[in-house]
């Protein structure tokens, strides 16, 4: 089924205002390279193809590199998407782009994944929300950290990524929600590590809530955190470049803290084209700390954190009446 396989091909080449991306980022050992791509399709009715962005994460520069529609192919059982000359899937990745001013070519394997848990209730990240059909925007997990192996040349100079770490998830569906926050972090100093939070403004029969997904994944623990499974967003605090929320669940709390860096633009979704503009860093430094009644379980700090923040998201939080300073 479909839905146990979020990481596959949910649409169809045949649907309307549909785009569906897989965001794969790579860190070298050495910290010293970041790049991250997001192969997708764009089908709306003024301008429908497939798309690589690229993002690397050191100088944040950006490339949006088209492709013709038909060009795109994918499995609807795994994660398995070539768009022209590349190659995108779990088992690693093959790039050969020359455009948009970015000449990048190699290959990757990943291997030894970190997969997000299964069950009936929650197939995926979304929890019991993975079975309400046509939702505006759909998320899902592919491998919250993996090893990286191989080279990628850009601009004529080679790039190692042996040894380094990997991170996949997606997005499907008819646009991105109209505000949100995205950190992602799995370059800790604790090794087999990894942290992902989205909250975001979401539509609902003609109204809207504000939801989150979430988790905290550490010594082979994964700590979901999400508004299926009874999470609460406590505070959120933006001071100057800091980025500051609080989530429990039980008697978990959680508390990540974000700095923000450089960040560069990329093309986001909106009934299916990809003609809105946005902020990313995949630079940024983070620290999450998870406790329970007894004092901190564990406290963690990572660098070459994904950090999207859309302003109106604070108004929203706050319309929502959840604490928030910005």
Request: aromatic share 12%; proline share 4%.
């Amino acid at each position: 089924m479909p839905i146990f396989s979020p990481e596959a091909f949910q649409g169809s080449l045949t649907r309307k205002n549909y785009f569906e991306g897989w965001y794969c980022k790579q860190v070298s050992a050495d910290r010293s390279a970041v790049f991250s791509f997001i192969p997708g399709i764009s089908l709306s009715a003024q301008d429908s193809h497939a798309f690589i962005q690229v993002i690397n994460g050191i100088t944040a520069e950006t490339h949006y590199c088209t492709f013709p529609v038909e060009s795109f192919s994918a499995s609807s059982e795994r994660f398995d998407v070539t768009i022209g000359k590349n190659r995108f899937s779990r088992d690693g990745i093959s790039i050969d782009i020359d455009q948009d001013g970015i000449a990048i070519s190699g290959e990757l394997t990943y291997k030894n994944h970190v997969l997000f848990p299964q069950s009936l209730f929650a197939p995926g990240i979304m929890g019991p929300f993975s079975y309400i059909p046509r939702m505006e925007c759909n998320h899902g997990m592919v491998s919250a950290n993996h090893a990286v192996m191989g080279t990628l040349s850009v601009a004529g100079s080679k790039v190692n990524f042996s040894g380094g770490d990997g991170y996949i998830e997606k997005d499907w569906g008819r646009s991105f929600p109209q505000s949100w926050i995205w950190v992602q972090c799995n370059s800790f100093e604790t090794p087999d590590s990894s942290f992902m939070l989205s909250v975001a403004k979401i539509p609902s029969m003609g109204t809207w809530f504000t939801g989150f997904v979430g988790f905290f994944y550490c010594e082979g623990v994964f700590h979901t955190f999400a508004t299926w499974n009874g999470s609460k967003i406590i505070s959120v605090d933006r001071t100057g470049s800091f980025l500051t929320i609080v989530i429990k669940k039980g008697l978990l709390r959680c508390t990540v803290t974000a700095e923000h860096k450089f960040s560069g633009m990329l093309r986001a979704p909106s009934l299916g084209g990809m003609n809105r503009h946005i902020k990313e860093s995949v630079d940024s430094s983070i620290s999450v700390k998870l406790e329970n009644q007894t004092g901190t379980i564990t406290e963690i700090h990572g660098t070459h954190a994904g950090l999207e923040i859309i302003e109106a998201i604070f108004s929203v939080l706050k319309d929502s009446g959840i604490p928030c300073s910005a």
